[in-house]
């Protein structure tokens, strides 16, 4: 059987820069990847992924961790952050823990992770006290994604949604609304994370800063999802009276909030405005309103973080530092004036 040592001494490299050659690293030059790509083709060497990362001791995977990889956001942020980890030759190794606690604390644990994978992306993931010590002890670079509970000693990555929040309701403040409704995400959610409650207290500080008092009957509770919405924008339908203006605390649930609007006869914008978080894909092909976030670019920026210390790299910025992303306002169809200022 060929062995890399033997494909190193025909092409006169060393076994690390076969390694690095075959897996398309750009530390090696073109005229050396394409010599060690004869000899191997020579030989009919084939690399085991396996045995080369165990001969370097490292495993070149970087977990990632996300509440519930069916969300568009969580999903976003994943591939952007994969095709980033595979530019460099790092594979990602993904956690969903489908919205359960069981998983979280297995993951976090008992799951092994020094084993298998180098660093560790939490995107979303809530932590308690508690957690600190096992992320601690696995002694490897961190990096949280849209968290309002950093790691001590970790970067992260994240927009300001007290700010977006505010921005949103701001917008419908400055159409004429004042009896504005917020539906959001669920506080009996099992991996409850603080994005919710952030984008509330936004929404909170921004009717107060226009004079008006929170109601509690027009902030409504469900989930991040086009039915949580639509259950969420039904409860406010038996408000009297009405809203007339609903900001969701994304835009799946602020597409399901336009859909039982309509499946009730009712129009957007000329009778209930609607804007939302996000700026999902489909949010410009129904021509909803919202507070744009860089989905992507979060994704892309916290793998970026951890391919530093992962390769050698200096840092550009503090190990524990946090990056704030902008957000912005894109204007579309779902909100307008009301109706009796408009």
């Given amino acids: 059987m060929t062995r890399i040592d033997d494909v190193a001494r025909l092409a006169g490299v060393s076994t690390a820069t076969v390694s690095r050659a075959l897996r398309g690293l750009p530390t090696v030059t073109e005229a050396t990847r394409l010599r060690v790509l004869d000899a191997a083709a020579r030989l009919g060497y084939i690399a085991s992924p396996s045995a080369s990362r165990?001969?370097?001791?490292?495993t070149r995977a970087v977990a990632v961790v996300v509440p519930r990889i069916t969300r568009w956001?969580?999903?976003?942020?994943?591939?952007?952050?994969?095709?980033?980890?595979?530019?460099?030759?790092?594979?990602?190794l993904l956690y969903n823990l489908g919205g359960r606690e069981n998983?979280?604390?297995?993951?976090?644990?008992?799951a092994n992770l020094h084993q298998r994978v180098d660093a560790l992306m939490l995107v979303a993931t809530p932590l308690h006290r508690?957690?600190?010590?096992?992320?601690?002890?696995?002694?490897?670079p961190g990096v949280t994604v849209s968290s309002g509970t950093g790691v001590p000693g970790w970067p992260s990555v994240r927009i300001d949604d007290v700010a977006a929040a505010r921005t949103a309701t701001n917008h419908l403040l400055g159409l004429g609304h004042r009896r504005i409704a917020h539906i959001s995400g669920s506080s009996t959610d099992e991996l409850a994370f603080t994005t919710h409650l952030d984008r509330r207290r936004g929404y909170q500080e921004a009717l107060q800063a226009a004079g008006l008092t929170p109601d509690p009957a027009l902030d409504v509770e469900s989930d991040f999802t086009l039915g949580g919405g639509g259950r969420a924008t039904a409860e406010l339908l038996r408000r009297d009276p009405l809203p007339?203006?609903?900001?969701?605390?994304?835009?799946?649930?602020?597409?399901?909030?336009?859909?039982?609007?309509?499946q009730a006869g009712l129009r957007v914008p000329a009778d209930v405005s609607v804007i939302g978080v996000d700026d999902h894909d489909?949010?410009?092909?129904?021509?909803?309103?919202t507070v744009a976030q860089?989905?992507?670019?979060?994704?892309?920026?916290?793998a970026r973080t951890l391919l530093g210390p992962l390769t050698g790299a200096a840092a550009r910025e503090p190990a524990d530092a946090s990056?704030?992303?902008?957000?912005?306002?894109?204007?579309?169809?779902s909100t307008a004036p009301p109706r009796e200022t408009g």
Wanted: charged share 20%; glycine share 6%.
């Fill in 54 to 58: 165990l001969a370097g001791g490292k």
């Fill in 73 to 92: 956001f969580f999903s976003t942020v994943v591939e952007a952050a994969e095709d980033t980890l595979q530019q460099a030759g790092y594979d990602l």
């Fill in 103 to 110: 998983a979280r604390q297995r993951m976090l644990h008992t």
């Fill in 130 to 140: 508690s957690d600190f010590a096992a992320i601690s002890a696995l002694k490897m």
């Fill in 244 to 262: 007339t203006a609903i900001f969701a605390a994304c835009d799946e649930m602020a597409l399901g909030a336009i859909a039982a609007l309509r």
């Fill in 282 to 289: 489909v949010a410009r092909v129904v021509g909803l309103t």
């Fill in 294 to 302: 860089p989905a992507a670019e979060q994704g892309r920026l916290a």
């Fill in 323 to 333: 990056v704030i992303l902008p957000t912005r306002l894109v204007l579309r169809e």
